[in-house]
């Protein structure tokens, strides 16, 4: 009964090279959330994907960053030009169904760090 | 808007005491969910407890608990003879109505248990 999967889990880039994470979600889980959280502070909601949908991005800064969920495939969150202050862990969640009353369960994170 | 407050940033007892962990939250949506979340040295977010806000019943699980009062809005957690093992950053987050799709976390409280 694997976990949600994130990989990898620790990621080194220069400013301006691209950044691409990736999340497996748990089995039977079609719903997958990707959340930063910056040093000394909680997680901040970016986006939620469905299978090839994207259903709410109000948490993505406009430019740069870009997430997907292909039908066959882990979910990817990428972040173009990557900047000294997107350095942060990375967290996917997923859940069995969407809705209030469900649970999101946490990968284990992807550290960037941007030098 | 939606705020959870974790007004402990660092606590540190000596194993066996008792802690207990304080989360306060704001929302004006009458449906919504509390959840604890345990972050280990190792990083991963661990699912602790899920709980509605119809349902005010304090809820033990082992050395466990939690007191959920709407009258002051505050889900705290409680841990009863600590152990070094429960050395962690604990995160209360909040869910609302509708969709729940976004979780809103408090700045987590680092908990130190020292043999």
């Known amino acids: 009964n694997a976990g949600v999967m994130q990989n990898p889990r620790h990621l080194v880039r220069r400013r301006g090279q691209e950044a691409r994470l990736r999340c497996s979600p748990m089995k039977g889980h079609s719903h997958v959330y990707w959340y930063r959280q910056l040093p000394e502070e909680g997680l901040k909601f970016m986006v939620y994907l469905q299978k090839e949908n994207i259903i709410d991005e109000s948490g993505m800064p406009k430019e740069r960053f870009s997430a997907e969920f292909p039908k066959e495939g882990p979910s990817i969150l990428r972040i173009q030009q990557v900047v000294r202050g997107d350095s942060a862990a990375y967290f996917c969640a997923s859940s069995q169904l969407a809705g209030l009353q469900e649970t999101q369960y946490f990968g284990p994170g992807t550290r960037l760090l941007v030098l | 808007a939606q705020k959870v407050t974790q007004a402990q940033t660092e606590i540190s007892v000596v194993e066996k005491e008792d802690v207990t962990l304080d989360c306060v939250y704001e929302t004006r949506d009458t449906t919504y969910y509390l959840f604890w979340y345990k972050q280990p040295p190792s990083g991963e977010l661990v699912f602790l407890i899920r709980?509605?806000?119809?349902?005010?019943q304090n809820e033990i699980s082992g050395r466990y608990s939690w007191n959920f009062q709407k009258s002051t809005s505050s889900f705290n957690f409680t841990i009863t003879a600590s152990q070094v093992v429960d050395s962690a950053v604990y995160f209360c987050a909040l869910s609302v109505s509708p969709t729940g799709n976004q979780f809103y976390f408090g700045t987590g409280t680092s908990l130190t248990v020292i043999p």
């Open positions: 709980r509605n806000s119809f349902d005010e």
